[in-house]
């Protein structure tokens, strides 16, 4: 199961489509990554609409922030992309 986890996910990143080349704080690359994520999928074509970045869900009197919140009109479904660093 490691094995395939390894495959499956890198350890390492190249993030230079997004101009980072030192080390940055998480919001910082949230900020760089929403604008090239959120272009690339109301590319993806018609449907997605994009709802927010640090979008507030509420569920069981708890606030979470989702880093960017998309819907997809025909499918009737919310996709939502959670970055970590790390």
Same mark, same amino acid.
């Given at each position: 199961?490691? #094995?395939? !986890?390894? /495959? &499956?996910? =890198?350890? *390492?990143?190249?993030?230079?489509? &997004? $101009? %980072?080349?030192?080390? %940055?704080r998480e919001?910082?690359?949230? =900020? *760089?990554? &929403? #604008? @090239?994520i @959120?272009?690339?999928?109301? /590319?993806? +074509?018609? $449907?997605?609409?994009?709802? $927010?970045?640090?979008? *507030?869900? !509420?569920?069981?009197?708890? /606030?979470?922030? &989702?880093?960017?919140l998309?819907?997809? *009109?025909?499918l009737?479904?919310?996709? !939502?992309? /959670?970055? =970590? %660093? +790390?």
């Amino acid at each position: 199961m490691q #094995e395939q !986890a390894d /495959e &499956v996910l =890198k350890s *390492r990143y190249n993030l230079s489509f &997004v $101009g %980072i080349d030192q080390p %940055i704080r998480e919001i910082e690359l949230e =900020k *760089r990554l &929403v #604008e @090239k994520i @959120k272009h690339f999928i109301l /590319e993806l +074509g018609t $449907g997605f609409s994009f709802l $927010g970045n640090q979008y *507030r869900l !509420a569920l069981n009197d708890k /606030e979470y922030f &989702v880093d960017m919140l998309f819907f997809h *009109r025909k499918l009737r479904s919310l996709v !939502a992309i /959670e970055l =970590k %660093i +790390g």
